[in-house]
T-cell receptor
Framework: NAGVTQTPKFQVLKTGQSMTLQCAQD?????MSWYRQDPGMGLRLIHY???????DQGEVPNGYNVSRSTTEDFPLRLLSAAPSQTSVYFC????????????FGPGTRLTVL | EDKVVQSPLSLVVHEGDTVTLNCSYE??????LLWYKQEKKAPTFLFML????IEKKSGRLSSILDKKELSSILNITATQTGDSAIYLC????????????FGTGTSLTVIP
């Protein structure tokens, strides 16, 4: 099993550009989520999904969209990048909505100029 | 407002020392508390605690939850340089989906 994979590892965008961060897991996990990690702020939940076709907002959803068309994939879309979105983004998954043990991907370091 | 607070923010110790990391929380509908270790990459899972007073152990690491005091401690005995990392505490909340609240972490540096 590859576990949770994320692409790209690094990305530089200009303000106003859009892009999609990819996340995939091969563990047949029901629950997937996106976090951003900023210095001094810890990990903050952006969006999460409890199964294919079901998504919901987390703590800091503004400026981001998600979709979950398959169990395996959970892409995060930045609609119009802003410097405030400069961060490290982690995707995570867990077996089910009642399983609290999350497995994290390697992260994407995004810089918005 | 739900929050998780960790202390200290950073810690520098010598190899062989014992350290205690603290996590306190104010989260409605508490379900569980989790500890993660992060070494310049993705967090890796250490422990999950759901019941008060029960100690979870793995080698030199142990953790205990105090639901009355809304807190948890993570102990590391006989520290090694490989223990240098950021230790994250997270609290899971009951609800329609999995809501996790993370603390800002404790940065531990172990000097040889």
């Amino acid at each position: 099993n590859a576990g949770v994979t994320q692409t790209p590892k690094f990305q530089v965008l200009k303000t106003g550009q859009s892009m999609t961060l990819q996340c995939a897991q091969d563990m047949n996990h029901e629950y997937m989520s996106w976090y951003r990690q900023d210095p001094g702020m810890g990990l903050r939940l952006i969006h999460y999904s409890v199964g294919a076709g079901i998504t919901d907002q987390g703590e800091v959803p503004n400026g981001y969209n998600v979709s979950r068309s398959t169990t395996e994939d959970f892409p995060l879309r930045l609609l119009s990048a802003a410097p405030s979105q400069t961060s490290v983004y982690f995707c995570a998954s867990s077996y089910s909505r009642v399983s609290d043990t999350q497995y994290f991907g390697p992260g994407t370091r995004l810089t918005v100029l | 407002e739900d929050k998780v607070v960790q202390s200290p923010l950073s810690l520098v110790v010598h190899e062989g020392d014992t350290v205690t990391l603290n996590c306190s929380y104010e989260v409605t509908n508490f379900r569980s508390l989790l500890w993660y270790k992060q070494e310049k990459k993705a967090p890796t899972f250490l422990f999950m605690l759901t019941s008060s007073g029960i100690e979870k152990k793995s080698g030199r690491l142990s953790s205990i939850l105090d639901k009355k005091e809304l807190s948890s401690i993570l102990n590391i005995t006989a520290t090694q340089t490989g223990d240098s990392a950021i230790y994250l505490c997270a609290v899971a909340r009951r609800g329609t989906g999995n809501q996790f609240y993370f603390g800002t972490g404790t940065s531990l540096t172990v000097i040889p």
